[in-house]
């Protein structure tokens, strides 16, 4: 039987695995078409990558019993390619984390808070990783949605199932 930190490790890799999967749909987009407000969750393609990776990163420093350092603003990412070069830095700070966090913390509680949302909890950090995971699936299907019914692009499917077999 797999340990908790196995599969933390493989749903990283899967979200990896989709992630470039989206940017190759994202690719097809110009920039004008990767700002644009969509008037669907966080407004544009550029800002729905931008939260998944404040979001994503807010919960790394909530694990780590830091305090969650500030959102990232959309605005100032005005380029695909620029977001691009955000999410490389955020993908390697993802992976050092996943990577050296031991089987012992992930069954660790870890409290957290949100206080926008009058939010206070405590969780397992491996439950909190869980969340994350499924966060950025969420939002992987909202922007691939957006691509294809809003833009009119090609999208793929993403599924765990799907990694799975091709990482057999």
Same mark, same amino acid.
């Given at each position: *039987?797999?340990?908790?930190?196995? @599969? *933390?490790?493989?749903?990283?890799?899967?979200? /990896? %695995?989709?992630?470039?999967?989206?940017?190759?749909?994202? +690719?097809?987009?110009? +920039?004008? !078409?990767?700002?644009?407000?969509?008037?669907?969750?966080?407004?544009?393609?550029?800002?729905? *990558?931008?939260? =998944?990776?404040?979001?994503?990163?807010?919960?790394?420093?909530? #694990?780590?019993?830091?305090?969650?350092?500030?959102?990232?603003?959309?605005?100032?990412?005005?380029?695909?390619?620029?977001?691009?070069? &955000?999410?490389?830095?955020?993908?390697?700070?993802?992976?050092?984390? /996943?990577?050296? =966090?031991?089987?012992?913390? #992930?069954? @660790?509680?870890?409290?957290? !808070?949100?206080?926008?949302?009058? @939010?206070?909890?405590?969780?397992?950090? %491996? &439950?909190?990783?869980?969340?994350?995971?499924?966060? #950025? $699936?969420?939002?992987?299907?909202? /922007? #691939?949605? =957006?691509?294809?019914?809003?833009?009119?692009? &090609? $999208? =793929?499917?993403?599924?765990?199932?799907?990694?799975? $077999?091709?990482? &057999?």
């Amino acid at each position: *039987m797999s340990t908790t930190k196995e @599969m *933390m490790l493989k749903l990283f890799d899967y979200n /990896i %695995w989709a992630f470039a999967k989206v940017w190759n749909c994202i +690719d097809q987009l110009n +920039d004008e !078409e990767f700002c644009h407000d969509t008037g669907y969750s966080h407004g544009s393609i550029r800002n729905q *990558m931008i939260h =998944v990776i404040s979001s994503t990163l807010r919960w790394i420093d909530r #694990l780590q019993d830091r305090s969650p350092r500030p959102h990232l603003d959309h605005a100032s990412f005005l380029t695909i390619e620029e977001v691009k070069k &955000e999410w490389s830095a955020f993908n390697s700070e993802f992976s050092k984390f /996943i990577h050296s =966090v031991s089987e012992d913390n #992930l069954s @660790m509680p870890a409290a957290w !808070e949100i206080p926008s949302r009058g @939010m206070r909890s405590s969780n397992p950090q %491996w &439950e909190i990783l869980l969340h994350v995971f499924n966060h #950025l $699936t969420d939002h992987r299907a909202q /922007i #691939l949605s =957006v691509i294809n019914l809003v833009f009119h692009k &090609e $999208t =793929v499917e993403q599924d765990l199932i799907f990694f799975l $077999t091709a990482n &057999e």
